[in-house]
């Protein structure tokens, strides 16, 4: 083939690859929605076949020696980038054999099945021979890769390109020390109203206000959609389709609110990622922390600001004349900005959030270093919230069985992306501001062009161009460092508290 044939041959295989990835997620997305409970059995099957279609077009021969052909083409640095990704990508898929792969996806359809009964159930000796096959199954594919030092090494790597075990237990060390006396002082003050959050807030009208802000955040319903859900996710379905669930407590309108405000910002990324790059190696976020960086910084920088109840409480008061009557903007505020020792993740205020996740991750890091059994992990996990938090769960609905993850996919690499991403939040956010002067006064406004602008320049359309580093240098001037993000909680929550 000529070098031009060589070329678009590989940007058509890649095209069908993302195709896959689409499908696969739609069956995914409708599992989540819509999916009758008795067409579970039936859903794990396809996903697994689906799964092994990919991995078979993926590692195909036919495709390494495109790769190899494309080697010897003279490329500039994006179509660079694209072929090493994908390189990297096909390296790493020819050592999962195919068996492997299928297994892998069956099982994790049919936990997730079991999960979504046994949660509610309080059955968490339901799981735990399910778990220890996903434990099982995490650790042998790690094993694949020896040239990583340990299992979670493999893992975060694969969810944040060029980060280690060793990175995130310092970030993680720094924070504790910062937020854990921030916390502690917290506990000690007075606490805010929220009495009027647990009032009766219909459920129809919630949605309706939720997608209104998204929509003036930057999120495209031409593109998307917002469905409910039992955990609430963004997922592309292939091209310019990227859609956001929520869920919904009559008892809590902030629930709602937050979660499609987390996910919009997840698919407000996605879709800002350049057409051109869509259905390449770089056509989707660079990493789960910097993608995770967007979801917060929209719920938590934009959302939980002085400045943005200043732009929608009267609004809110408008769709609940009732509930809010006796409610004033600043209450709303102080209000979703309570900090509780709480026993959800989901749920967590921002100064508490990081505890969870660094306990989540501790507890995988024993799991697949064999310091610790499935078995005893429930209790586990309960004396961790009793050394972090400081609370304990009544049972294992809100322990263990809490997040879907576990039970869904592999143990490990899957929550420091959280916390990686508060803090790269804090970093873009910052930068935003440098840039826009007075972006504040947009916000109080409910304008939200110029960040979302800035953001779609320098985060979002480059998809995964440059390395996650590399996209953090290059819009923010410098490495990541967890100290914007903590003068952010510092600065917000010693005011908000009356703290020296």
Do not use: C
């Amino acid at each position: 083939m000529t070098q031009h044939e060589t070329w678009v041959a590989l940007q058509a295989h890649w095209q069908e690859l993302a195709d896959l990835g689409g499908i696969g997620a739609l069956l995914g997305w409708d599992q989540s929605t819509y999916l009758p409970r008795a067409g579970a059995a039936g859903r794990a099957r396809q996903r697994a076949l689906l799964s092994g279609l990919r991995h078979a077009r993926g590692t195909d021969a036919g495709y390494g020696r495109l790769l190899d052909e494309a080697q010897q083409l003279t490329l500039g640095p994006v179509e660079a980038r694209m072929l090493a990704l994908a390189r990297r990508d096909f390296e790493r898929a020819t050592r999962l054999p195919g068996a492997f792969v299928r297994e892998v996806s069956q099982h994790a359809g049919e936990s997730y099945a079991a999960w979504v009964e046994a949660r509610p159930a309080n059955d968490w000796a339901r799981m735990v021979p399910l778990l220890e096959r996903t434990l099982e199954l995490s650790v042998r594919g790690a094993s694949f890769f020896p040239e990583f030092a340990s299992p979670m090494d493999y893992f975060i790597d694969q969810s944040d390109e060029g980060m280690t075990a060793g990175q995130v237990d310092e970030v993680f060390a720094q924070l504790r020390a910062a937020l854990v006396p921030l916390v502690d002082a917290t506990a000690q003050a007075p606490a805010p109203r929220t009495d009027f959050l647990a009032r009766d807030y219909p459920v129809d009208v919630q949605l309706q206000l939720g997608e209104e802000i998204a929509r003036a955040y930057g999120y495209d319903f031409t593109a998307g959609r917002q469905d409910l859900t039992a955990h609430p996710f963004m997922t592309r379905l292939g091209g310019q389709d990227v859609r956001i669930t929520t869920r919904v407590r009559v008892d809590d309108p902030t629930d709602a609110l937050y979660s499609t405000l987390h996910e919009a910002g997840h698919a407000m990324y996605e879709q800002g990622v350049d057409a051109s790059l869509l259905g390449t190696p770089l056509g989707g976020g660079v990493s789960a922390g910097v993608h995770e960086s967007q979801s917060r910084l929209w719920e938590n920088l934009v959302g939980r600001s002085r400045a943005f109840w200043a732009a929608f409480f009267g609004r809110f008061r408008d769709a609940f004349p009732a509930q809010l009557a006796d409610v004033t903007e600043e209450e709303m505020f102080r209000a979703v900005n309570v900090v509780r020792r709480s026993l959800i993740r989901t749920d967590a205020d921002e100064l508490t959030y990081n505890l969870h996740v660094i306990t989540r991750y501790e507890l995988e890091r024993q799991l697949l270093d064999g310091r610790l059994a499935v078995a005893d992990l429930a209790d586990a996990w309960h004396a961790a919230y009793e050394a972090n938090l400081g609370v304990r769960a009544p049972s294992d609905v809100d322990g263990a069985l809490q997040d879907v993850h576990w039970f869904s996919g592999s143990i490990g690499g899957a929550f420091q992306g959280y916390t990686l991403g508060n803090v790269l939040s804090a970093q873009f956010y910052a930068a935003a501001q440098a840039a826009h002067p007075g972006l504040e006064g947009d916000l109080a406004r409910g304008e939200f062009g110029r960040l979302h602008g800035w953001l779609r320049e320098h985060v979002y359309a480059p998809g995964r161009t440059f390395t996650p580093n590399g996209l953090l240098e290059r819009a923010t001037g410098q490495g990541m460092t967890p100290q914007p993000y903590v003068a952010y909680l510092r600065g917000k929550y010693e005011a908000l508290y009356g703290l020296k």
